[in-house]
């Protein structure tokens, strides 16, 4: 026999699920009140995220984010729709459900008498980790808080206490780790830590979701983004191909002279005036050149003194999609 025959495949490896997180059809309406009607949050999510993935979960304020998440972490109760976390469901085992993941929610809600130390312990107990495997040194150096391990946790900062949580979320060693604007309010320094740390789960196969209101984080941390809006799943894309979806540019000149009036004969090419005198000329690459509007804004008597051309960027993408006009 070869020695390249293939042997037996891993067992480990073939009980791997293919997605991390899978949703179908996941509706919540919160009930409304004497003073608020009924909030329909998630009109029907389909999704379903790769193992492995470095996942954004992006949407406006209200989109649905929070609720999805809290759903999967048994937080929010849904109205109906199936979900699935590393091939469990949550409805027939929502004990092993819950054990493969780690949620870092969006509030800053923790036990103000409690130092980071016993946090992470009672956290642990909860999970039924027993002592001897219990990580709670690694996991409090790794996220810059050994020094703080015995503060009481009303004494840490804001970054400080947004890096506990995520501390808090991982002593379980899930194979899934969700954060909730897991930055809002944390400054730039601290940010960095954080992403250096879940950086590094990641590289270890950790799965992990984000959602987040800095576009470019996404864009430079995510391999994979999905845009939640009104309840709803309005784009899933590897980042790449979803920044790459708008087929727009901009020109931008800067003429030799201050002109007197924005030129307006440029058909389906938006032009706009900047502050600082430069022109910029909005077109679809595959319609227009930038020989052709070269030419135009010449023979329209400018005189070029410098130019630049602009890409699209997901924040611009973005806001095509949510306000309901992509191309
Ligand atoms: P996001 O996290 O994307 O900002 P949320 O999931 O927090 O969105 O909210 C989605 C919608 O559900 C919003 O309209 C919000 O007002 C409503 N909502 C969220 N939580 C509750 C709640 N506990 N009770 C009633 N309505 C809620
Ligand atoms: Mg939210």
Redesign the pocket.
């Known amino acids: 026999m070869p020695d390249t025959a293939p042997g037996p495949a891993p067992v480990s490896a073939a009980a791997l699920p293919l997605y991390a997180i899978e949703a179908r059809g996941l509706r919540k309406t ?1 009930p409304g009140t004497k003073k608020t009607p009924p ?1 329909e ?1 998630l009109k029907g999510i389909d999704l379903a995220i790769p193992r492995g993935s470095f996942f954004g979960l992006l ?1 406006p ?7 999805f998440i809290n759903i999967l972490g048994g937080l929010v109760t849904k109205t109906s729709g199936e979900a699935r976390i590393w091939d469990i469901d949550i409805d027939q085992n929502p004990r092993d459900a819950r054990g493969a993941i780690g949620i870092v929610p ?1 509030e800053l809600n923790m036990d103000p008498f409690f130092s980071p130390m016993e946090s992470l312990e009672i956290q642990a107990g909860f999970y039924g980790v027993p002592k001897s495997e219990r990580r709670t040194e690694e996991i409090l150096r790794a996220v810059g808080l050994w020094d703080k391990r015995d503060a009481y946790a009303r004494t840490l900062s804001g970054g400080m206490k947004r890096r506990l949580l995520v501390a808090k979320a991982m002593v379980h060693s899930p194979p899934v780790l969700v954060l909730d604007e897991p930055t809002a309010g944390v400054d730039v320094e601290l940010r960095r830590q954080l992403w250096d740390y879940v950086k590094r789960l990641h590289a270890e196969g950790v799965t992990i979701v984000l959602t987040t209101h800095y576009l470019e984080e996404a864009q430079e941390l995510c391999d994979a983004i999905a845009i ?1 809006n009104k309840g709803e799943v309005i784009a899933c894309e590897p980042t790449e191909r979803l920044v790459g979806r708008l087929d727009q540019k901009t020109l931008v000149v800067l003429p030799q002279a201050d002109i007197a009036k924005t030129p307006s004969d440029f058909g389906d090419v938006h032009v706009a005036r900047r502050p600082n005198g430069a022109i910029a000329f909005t077109y679809r690459a595959r319609e227009h050149s930038v020989e052709e509007l070269l030419d135009r804004v010449r023979s329209a008597g400018i005189a070029i003194k410098d130019l630049s051309i602009e890409e699209p960027d997901l924040e611009d993408v973005f806001v095509a999609l949510t306000s309901g006009d992509a191309s």
């Open positions: 919160y909030a949050a949407g304020n209200g989109a649905g984010k929070s609720t969006q939640i």
